[in-house]
């Protein structure tokens, strides 16, 4: 599950965990890995279709955005991308912020470690105390608005900030990606060329909905529903409230 891979966001497991369970209590029938054209929908002859196709990472018109060294955000949180130590993000969004902070975390004391240090008195309070704030990795997030994480509720945003502080990530708002290079991302700040060195670019500049589907389907199939990213790339709550509408609507 995507979402439950940055830190402090395993709870997302237990809701996927619950809709799993729910599905195999009412014996819904799931086929994965399973690409459906239009053609094979048609050939069902449904009295309802709900369309839940998702969305996909968008990717700026950047130069050497299709360069070796650059990863998208969703595979680099799911396991499918790894990074170099010196890594700089272009977004500073939600996803953008969340993979700095799990890229962030990695090499520093997990709370498992940080225990055992501290009950054996292996070390210092300081010691650890800096140690669970430091990683292997140096991570800069570039974002081009004048805040960070403007698609995050307040609260929420406040305590993901806080971290990204005390991670030490920089960030560089009001900053513009130009070019992407081996060495690193060309960016425009005040109208001022400056160089972001980093060995990987990680791209978390937002989402485009997938719904080609949907479009060759519409008006094919008497009664068709759009939800979740497909629909707009959103929060999980409007997600869960668009399938339980369409549901309740069948």
């Known amino acids: 599950h995507l979402?439950?891979?940055?830190?402090?966001?395993?709870?997302?497991?237990?809701?996927?965990?619950?809709?799993e369970t729910q599905l195999k209590k009412l014996n819904v029938a799931v086929h994965s890995g399973v690409d459906v054209s239009a053609l094979q929908v048609e050939a069902e002859k449904p009295d309802a279709l709900v369309l839940a196709t998702g969305a996909s990472a968008l990717i700026p018109p950047i130069t050497g955005i299709a360069g070796p060294n650059v990863r998208l955000a969703w595979d680099v949180l799911t396991?499918?991308?790894?990074?170099?130590?010196?890594?700089v993000i272009i977004g500073g969004g939600a996803v953008g912020l969340e993979t700095a902070l799990f890229l962030a975390h990695k090499g520093a004391l997990d709370a498992e470690t940080l225990y055992?240090?501290?009950?054996?008195?292996?070390?210092k309070f300081e010691t650890l105390q800096s140690l669970l704030y430091q990683g292997i990795k140096r991570i800069t997030v570039v974002e081009?608005?004048?805040k960070?994480?403007?698609?995050?509720?307040?609260?929420?945003?406040?305590?993901?900030l806080q971290d990204v502080h005390r991670m030490g990530i920089k960030t560089l708002t009001r900053t513009r990606a130009k070019e992407i290079t081996p060495e690193g991302v060309i960016a425009e700040r005040d109208g001022k060329d400056l160089f972001i060195k980093g060995d990987t670019v990680v791209v978390a500049?937002?989402?485009?909905?997938?719904?080609?589907?949907?479009?060759?389907?519409?008006?094919?199939?008497?009664?068709?529903?759009?939800?979740g990213d497909a629909k707009s790339p959103r929060k999980v709550l409007e997600a869960v409230a668009e399938g339980f509408e369409a549901g309740r609507t069948i």
Do not use: C, H
């Open 116 to 123: 055992f240090l501290m009950f054996k008195q292996a070390e």
């Open 79 to 87: 396991g499918k991308a790894d990074t170099g130590d010196e890594v």
């Open 144 to 146: 081009m608005l004048r």
């Open 3 to 19: 979402a439950a891979t940055p830190p402090d966001r395993r709870e997302f497991l237990i809701f996927g965990d619950y809709l």
């Open 205 to 227: 500049a937002g989402a485009r909905s997938d719904n080609r589907l949907y479009e060759d389907l519409k008006g094919r199939v008497a009664e068709i529903y759009l939800i």
């Open 148 to 160: 960070l994480g403007q698609d995050i509720g307040s609260s929420t945003r406040w305590t993901i």
